[in-house]
């Protein structure tokens, strides 16, 4: 992995009953690009791709990078977590970090999926969407809602724990496994981002009660109207060797692109889900030539 070119400021922020942290870049005054992460990642695991991203642009950029409720340095939610309060977080923060200010979005996965809905219940307050190997979400089935609420309300009364690692290379180890592409390098790099010393050990910064099975099936078909709504121009990166693409067929893929009005879509060889951290370089690439052709930054 590259060198940070550049510390970040870490602040924190009370948001809907919560702190959660932020990781800021440049100035308040320059346009803004919100990054965010994934399930059980983090804000700092955009750090090499804003480091590529950058100096490519043609003017400098004021950077956000919060961690989600529950993930990172960011507090955990005692109820649990509901999609929606994501969202609500989103919508908080813009409205703290950077009021009245319309702001370019860049999701990964999760984080893609909930910037995707934003942008659409807010249209307003986008002037750019981009996702990173994002909208692979299946669609929930009606007739296996029974098993999904039995699943939810046996987690109810058995709430996952913590998994704790003796050192990091233990954790290091697994997630080479799920992420060959990544190298030993990168993986090693994530894997600190990720843990949080806990007593004699390890465990995951992310509370494990985001593993629970959730109750409510992805409603494809609320989603596609919401992504309907957007009025930002839409840049789609994928990487061609990542697992999520075959979460739902190429039909269904397309069928969901179909709905947004203003899209570029790229799909990257040899890259798999963690796309900006395995080359934050070439995903860097055409994230710049986006923001430049549409004038994003003006």
């Not at 002037?127 to 309300?153: C, F, K, M, Q, S």
Request: glycine letters at 8%; one cysteine or more.
């Amino acid at each position: 992995m590259p060198q940070r070119e550049h510390a970040a400021q870490i602040t924190h922020h009370q948001i809907n009953d919560l702190t959660l942290c932020c990781r800021r870049r440049g100035g308040h005054d320059d346009p803004a690009i919100v990054c965010l992460h994934g399930l059980l990642d983090n804000g700092a695991s955009f750090d090499a791709l804003i480091d590529a991203l950058a100096p490519r642009l043609a003017t400098s950029a004021y950077w956000l990078a919060p961690d989600w409720r529950g993930h990172g340095d960011s507090d955990w939610a005692p109820g649990g977590y509901v999609f929606c309060n994501y969202l609500a977080d989103l919508d908080a923060l813009l409205d703290t970090l950077v009021p009245g200010q319309p702001v370019i979005l860049v999701g990964h996965s999760m984080g893609g999926q909930a910037a995707s809905l934003y942008a659409g219940i807010r249209p307003e307050r986008i002037t750019g969407l981009i996702l990173l190997d994002t909208l692979n979400v299946p669609a929930g089935d009606p007739n296996a809602a029974g098993e999904r609420y039995r699943d939810w309300l046996d987690t109810c009364h058995a709430p996952p724990a913590p998994r704790r690692y003796a050192d990091p290379e233990a954790f290091t180890a697994r997630l080479a496994r799920r992420y060959p592409e990544l190298g030993r390098a990168a993986t090693t790099e994530l894997a600190a981002l990720w843990l949080r010393r806990d007593g004699d050990g390890y465990r995951l910064a992310a509370d494990p009660a985001h593993l629970r099975k959730s109750p409510y099936g992805f409603r494809a078909d609320e989603a596609m109207a919401i992504w309907a709504e957007i009025t930002a121009p839409v840049l789609m990166i994928d990487g061609a060797a990542s697992p999520a693409k075959w979460f739902i067929d190429e039909a269904t893929r397309a069928e969901r692109r179909s709905v947004l009005a203003d899209l570029e879509h790229v799909e990257l060889d040899g890259l798999g889900h963690m796309l900006h951290w395995q080359a934050p370089t070439r995903v860097a690439a055409p994230i710049a030539d986006f923001i430049a052709a549409r004038d994003l930054l003006a």
